[in-house]
């Protein structure tokens, strides 16, 4: 990962490999993402990490169907002054959040075991999700929690330019494998 010149501090890289270790551990028995060997899950974390590479300071953030911690409990810990909310339905992969949280000590992490329509509204800073939905559904899931100014940032594959033709104020940014859909509210 440090090959990827992704300007992070010394600690996350303590943290994303004993976030990886449990993991794989916890995925054995909890099926919890389709990475599975140290190989898969490198790339999935480097996926996550990279828009720190671009994006700006924010004071708080959403990430909408964290599922096993991508791309939200890896922002978490590349981005230690961000208060993470970490909304994730599944029990078995909330349980897994939480477990990671407490034993990395993130106290910029904050998990919610439930659907994002169940939340109250509140606005953040900046809203993540990574294959849950179209960009269309999730402006619409994230509409009660931005204002102006928020960022969106929707991780997307190849198809992201059939999704964006109603949009204004939005950048894409191409990097492997990956194409990073940036709006602001």
Request: hydrophobic residues 40%.
């Amino acid at each position: 990962m440090k090959e990827q010149n992704i300007p992070v501090g010394p600690q996350f890289y303590d943290y994303a490999q004993h976030y990886k270790e449990l993991l794989e551990k916890w995925n054995k028995v909890h099926n919890l993402t389709g990475a599975k060997t140290p190989a898969q899950i490198d790339s999935f974390i480097v996926d996550a990490i990279a828009p720190i590479t671009f994006l700006p300071p924010v004071k708080t953030a959403m990430d909408i169907g964290t599922g096993a911690g991508f791309p939200g409990m890896i922002l978490a810990m590349g981005m230690p002054n961000t208060h993470f909310t970490l909304v994730e339905p599944l029990a078995k992969r909330a349980s897994f959040l939480q477990f990671v949280k407490a034993d990395l000590g993130l106290e910029n992490v904050e998990v919610k075991a439930l659907r994002v329509q169940q939340l109250p509204a509140q606005p953040y800073d900046l809203i993540t999700s990574r294959a849950v939905t179209d960009t269309t559904m999730l402006l619409q899931l994230s509409e009660p929690f931005r204002q102006k100014g928020s960022l969106l940032l929707f991780y997307k594959g190849e198809k992201v330019y059939d999704e964006v033709s109603e949009l204004s104020n939005y950048k894409i940014i191409e990097m492997v494998n990956r194409h990073y859909l940036l709006i602001e509210s």
